[in-house]
């Protein structure tokens, strides 16, 4: 039988705890190499990870979780879990009524996972709000929060629309070439279809342009380096394929609205909330 988990519980050690509006926000913390038995949740729940890594069983599915994770489980779906050597970093939200009915009628009898570069984008916005005790911080994390779900809720009955295959591979060079310069028609010729075509199957499938993803795609790469620890700023910015470290910093202050000695220095306070900074 698994353990039932009610009143908006979650297995692992709380860090952090806020009633954001009518959400419930819990910022958990997950051991190495931690497994959780089977286990339900007596109410609807979202999860985004914020760092680390885990799979997840469910009755008939199993998934690979890590950074920008979003799990959205609007049944009482019992499920186990085994975390990475390096644990996990999760928000876990418990939903009210209220939240599940402006989600809309769902049909889901299973947790839906989905990984976006917004969820990413998403998620490290709200690692640099997680420690701040505000008015305002408290209604970051609920905007921000809703958005997650409304585009979670979203994804779920969307996958029978399946994206070409050749657009995966398009992804999968931005991702891998962020140093070069490479041109919407460069882009276009490796994928063998027209630009233009490109051009709109890529904002249909993403939401953004490539050049906007591309952006994007760039700055969470650097993000995620500064917040490992990686040191110099301007060999990192050359890496992620910005003119210099100045534009590196600009853009990551105009995406995320933080340096990256901020980013660095809140990264610190995550891992270690007793350290000195």
Known sequence: MPTVLTDGQFLGRALWRSQCGDLGVTLTRYGAAEKLPDHRHDRPYFCLVLGGAFREWSPSHEEGCRFGTAILNLSDAPHRDLFSSDGALCLNVDLSEDVVRQLGPSSHVEPAYHRTLATCTRAH???????RD???????IHSIVLDLLADAARSAPSRGARAPLWLAQAEAILGGRLAERLTLRDLAHEVDVHAAHLARTFRKHYGMSVGEYRRHLRAARARQAIESGHRSLSHLAQACGFADQSHMTRTLRQIYGETPSTLRRKARRIADPNAQL
Request: hydrophobic share 45%; no cysteine; proline share 0%.
């Open 125 to 131: 916005t709200l690692k640099g709000k997680l420690n």
């Open 134 to 140: 505000s008015d305002l911080a408290t209604l970051i």
